[in-house]
């Protein structure tokens, strides 16, 4: 007969024993199913534009000083991109790189920037809306112009038969929301301007949508807001005219453009540059300004790991 003490005992004994054994197999399963905290997001807000945060840069085989290209107002709070003898191609983008994916993480980055600018012409060339111009929002894996020209917007070498990379130029690793306000008759994939583009290591866009007549769109200031979330891979473009209605608003603004299956870590380094890449026109011809930029990111599950 046993005794009733005894089992009990050993009972709890044998119990505690196979969760010590399991215990370690738990502990795994429970980490493997709890994905690690996802990285810290930036943020960015700009003015003050000061030169410790942003870089100015263009063709060095030029010979010009950046700093009469990307100008500071006067009195401050705008940036003014003007060249007083050619159109030419400049970068002007935060100095530092930011973190959009890490590889082996499941987190990756969205992010939302706005910015305010003014394409000023007169009233004349405004009309024939033709002058060598264009700007674009871009996420690049350097910061400088190097052999890229005015025709990419200062992105990197095309082919101008299709605005393609040309042959021979590594992968650009290059997302941009380009605002293009000129036409060259050579490039007939180029659409009719003004026009909105989301070029995806082309400047041949993927989409594009025509913005207002000329005289709609230059001489005013207009908002830019651009949203890409990751967990949808889906990226907006809207519009607002801020001429008469303050400051930017994005419940104001229009939707231009949308597009759907953009994997940014798929198409970007993990750490990039941000900014503006710009085909800067003769100052006779028209001047941009730049009033304000912010940009941050928010770090989410990828697609398809969402619970």
Known sequence: MSNPIIFPIVSSIAVLSLWLCLAPTMMVVTEALTPPKPPTGVSLSFPPFSASNLTCKIDKLLGL????????????????FSNDNDVISARYQYKKKVQLWKKGSPYAASFSTVFTINVKRDAERSVKRVFGGGIAFA???????????PESFGLFKIEDATGKPASGTPNPKTL??????????????DPQI??????????????SRFLWNGTRFINRKVAVFIDYDASLQEISVRFQNVSTNGKPNKKKSKL???????????????????GFSSRIPVTTDGVYFLYDWKFSTKWVLRKGLQT
């Open 65 to 80: 000083n950046p700093d009469l290209v990307c100008t500071p107002s006067s009195p401050p709070g705008q940036i003014i």
């Open 139 to 149: 996420i690049t894996p350097t910061i400088d112009v190097g052999e890229s020209g």
């Open 176 to 189: 941009a929301v380009e605002i293009d306000t000129s036409r060259d008759v050579t490039y007939s994939w």
């Open 194 to 207: 003004p026009h909105v583009g989301l070029d995806i290591n082309s400047v041949n866009s993927v989409k």
């Open 256 to 274: 231009f453009l949308s597009y759907s299956g953009l994997d940014l870590a798929s198409i970007v380094d993990e750490r990039s540059y941000v």
